[in-house]
């Protein structure tokens, strides 16, 4: 089943002539786990953007589930780099946020939040503010945050990027661990990352991007069951693949 | 309340004629002129005041733990109200004019010099070490320190703060030339301040060209001093790979505020957003130190009043003063606030609807700067005269006056500190679809916390500065007889001006007033604003 459809997707800033995305299609099915990499300042994060709904396209369109993208829908829930959490609010009341779209009452949003962040392993910080919390935890805020509403797509833009590697590593799992099971409502994976080795060992699909405009150079598939071994030959197989696409 | 006829006016018969208009605009440039060269005088002084105090609070210890609480209270301190402790004083030692002109001038520096301080001692603190070393590599002697590097650092950081002086020092400087108007003998003479009053006693077409004189110096300072200024500090900006901060009302940022924890948003050359993460610029470290050298203050501070509190329970003379003066601050202390009050309630939606809703933020600030840039006070003999008599008239001026005082602060600095929240807080909110009472109550309202707080220590302290003149306003000193515009009942500000109009006997009761006052503001501080303070700097990180 497709989840998500980018279908001609092209960018350009108002009040400038000049294209900086061109015509960018790929596809994410259901259970997959789609990483975009490219080189720096090529409008990863934008296309991710555009996909959430945030951002409207020059041209083109986003569809999910067939149904084209307008704005941003509770359905596609997004992990932002920095966490993106309200200082002043408590993490329990930043969870909440999450199901703001929602029409559940406030007693259920609390006990949902509640239960989001036990299950992130953060029981007991309810009542905290996010200042209190090392990186790792924020981003486990950030993430309870954005599958409170029960998304089927969560779009991630660099999601590991500003943690140590042991935490991300941890942090990796658990997005796996949410994708694989059935319980919870995420069926797909939109990844924006410039981490090579990370794209490798945890997607189905690989979109590389190129820059000036940004358009799609090349996209791999990854037919491989996880864990996979970082140092198997055929893991570095692939990295090699990527970096000749990037190097292209 | 007595009117001034058309026929005391000198100098304008009939002003029907061009003649006499171009005459009567001609006088306005030169009167202006006037008042800006008293500006100009102090800014100058203050640049070299805090050039001199910040290098030396940067490079010394010692002197950083004695002067940065000292700085950070006169800071919030409305040293207006010494404004007529500070005439007398001045022309007891000083002819005449050159007295008066001499305290109006010092008057400016006081309220000019603080942040610009602050802001050479900060830029000197973050020079990088290297450059420290350097320096002592090459055996630098102090001028060339001073030249090479000091200046260098804290060029744009004067000049952000020049700028933000300047307008606090307009509003002084037309306060105190009003003032001035009050007493025959303590005359500022030509200015610009003197010559609204008159205008306005004539009629609203002459007053509204006063103002537009007024506005235009303010608008061609901005463009042909300070723009180039700005221009010529980029130099040195560029070369830190941090660009200015381009608008006004970034530049409205005051201590609290440079105390915050902030988030550090830098630009690169081409102007493009560098998210650094970091955190607030000025050093804990140094905070610390200073909260105790502060206790040290305080403590002393005490022991003084506690003497002070002997010697006038003991006097029966000064037990009477200090009654007077008591019931005068409580009297203006309501005022002020319920003035305060109004404007939240006025400027907290405007602040939310500028910030999170419109999409014309910079037309707005834009428009908004140009309004700010009239003091409060200009509007003063307008208002007075606008609003006819009735029991409460000084009450309304005064009131009046205090919230056009006080609101432009809150304004800025809820703007300016928005303005530094992480963007990705805006996306999130799209993101997860926070609309509705769900973001004025989580988003909005808390976003803007850390801005009011700054804004309403500042506005509410702009507010007390004006007391001296939107509690009692007089022109005795155009008309030669006592003619009182307006007035309350009682307050601080009125019982400061009767003090100085009663010359060496009204002494004793000006300086018990203002050491209530003082008190006052310092009570406030710790207990109100320090609370606040320290309460959401745990949290807004």
Not at chain 1, 29 to 58: D, H, M, N, Y
Not at chain 2, 277 to 283: E, T
């Amino acid at each position: 089943m497709r989840m998500l459809s980018v279908e001609n997707v092209s960018f350009l800033y108002e009040n400038s002539a000049q294209e900086i995305m061109s015509k960018v299609s790929f596809t994410a099915e259901k259970g997959e786990f789609v990483s975009i990499v490219g080189p720096s300042g090529c409008g990863k994060s934008t296309l991710l953007r555009i996909i959430a709904g945030l951002v409207q396209p020059s041209s083109g369109r986003v569809l999910f589930m067939d149904k084209k993208v307008e704005g941003p829908n509770s359905k596609m829930s997004f992990v932002f780099q920095d966490f993106a959490l309200l200082p002043w609010l408590t993490n329990q009341d930043n969870v909440k946020m999450g199901l703001s779209m929602t029409d559940l009452d406030d007693d259920s949003k609390e006990a949902k939040a509640a239960e989001l962040l036990d299950r992130f392993g953060l029981g007991g910080f309810e009542k905290y503010y996010p200042n209190v919390l090392s990186g790792g935890m924020k981003q486990r805020v950030g993430i309870a945050r954005a599958i409170a509403s029960d998304p089927q797509v969560l779009l991630m833009d660099e999601p590991f990027s500003s943690l140590d590697e042991l935490t991300a590593e941890t942090l990796r799992s658990d997005i796996i661990y949410m994708l694989e099971n059935k319980n919870i409502s995420v069926n797909s994976v939109v990844m924006v990352t410039h981490n090579v080795e990370e794209a490798v060992e945890l997607s189905d699909k690989i979109i590389v991007l190129s820059n000036k405009p940004t358009h799609v150079k090349r996209i791999i598939k990854v037919l491989w069951k996880r864990p996979r071994d970082k140092r198997s030959s055929r893991f570095t197989d692939i990295m090699d693949q990527i970096y000749a696409a990037l190097a292209q | 309340m007595m009117m001034i006829t058309r026929k005391d006016l000198y100098y304008i018969s009939s002003a029907n004629s061009i003649m006499d208009l171009l005459g009567l605009l001609l006088k306005l440039v030169l009167d202006t002129s006037v008042s800006w060269a008293r500006m100009f005088v102090a800014l100058g002084v203050s640049v070299a005041l805090s050039i001199a105090a910040g290098v030396w609070m940067a490079t010394s210890s010692k002197a950083e733990k004695l002067m940065l609480p000292v700085v950070d209270v006169l800071q919030t301190i409305p040293i207006l109200a010494f404004f007529p402790f500070a005439i007398y004083i001045f022309v007891a030692v000083l002819p005449g004019y050159i007295g008066i002109n001499a305290a109006v001038v010092f008057l400016i520096i006081t309220s000019m010099v603080w942040n610009m301080i602050l802001g050479v001692y900060e830029s000197i603190k973050t020079i990088p070490k290297e450059l420290a070393e350097v320096a002592r590599l090459y055996h630098f002697d102090i001028w060339r320190r001073l030249r090479r590097i000091y200046m260098p650092a804290c060029f744009p950081r004067l000049v952000e703060q020049s700028i933000l002086s300047w307008s606090i020092g307009l509003f002084y400087l037309v306060t105190s030339e009003i003032f001035s108007i009050g007493n025959k003998n303590y005359q500022v003479g030509y200015g610009i301040g003197p010559e609204l009053i008159k205008l306005a006693q004539i009629g609203g077409g002459y007053y509204l060209l006063g103002l537009g004189v007024f506005i235009a110096f303010v608008i061609l300072t901005r463009f042909l001093f300070f723009r180039p200024l700005e221009k010529y500090a980029t130099k040195y900006t560029r070369q830190r790979a941090q660009a200015p901060k381009p608008k006004l009302e970034k530049r409205m940022i005051t201590w609290l505020e440079t105390a915050l924890p902030r988030r550090k948003v830098e630009f690169d050359e081409k102007g493009f957003l560098i998210d650094s993460g970091g955190a607030a610029p000025r050093k804990p470290a140094v905070r610390r130190r200073v909260i105790k050298v502060s206790t040290l203050y305080t403590a002393l501070g005490a022991m003084i009043l506690l003497v002070m509190a002997y010697v006038i329970a003991s006097s029966p003379t000064l037990r009477g003063y200090e009654i007077a003066a008591f019931i005068a601050l409580a009297a203006t202390f309501a005022r002020v606030w319920l003035a305060f009050l109004v404007t939240l309630a006025i400027a907290v939606p405007v602040c939310v609807y500028i910030v999170f809703m419109s999409k014309r933020t910079s037309q707005y600030m834009l428009l908004f700067q140009i309004v700010a840039s009239v003091p409060a006070t200009v509007l003063l003999p307008a208002i007075a005269l606008a609003i006819g008599g009735g029991a409460l008239h000084g009450e309304v001026v005064a009131f009046i006056i205090f919230l056009l005082s006080g609101i432009w602060y809150v304004i800025f600095s809820v703007v300016a500190s928005v303005k530094t929240l992480p963007s990705n807080i805006f996306e999130a909110q799209k993101t997860f679809g926070i609309k509705g009472w769900n973001a004025w109550k989580n988003i909005y309202l808390k976003a803007i916390v850390p801005g009011l707080i700054t804004g309403a220590m500042t506005g509410i302290a702009a507010e007390w500065n004006a007391s001296i003149v939107a509690e009692y306003f007089t022109s005795t000193g155009i008309t030669g007889s006592t003619n009182i515009l307006s007035s309350v009942g009682i307050g601080i500000g009125k019982l400061l001006d009767l003090s100085l109009a009663a010359g060496n006997s009204g002494l004793g009761l000006m300086v018990i007033a203002l050491l209530n006052l003082v008190v006052m503001i310092l009570l406030v501080n710790t207990f109100v604003w320090k609370r606040f303070y320290n309460r959401i700097a745990s949290v807004y990180r």
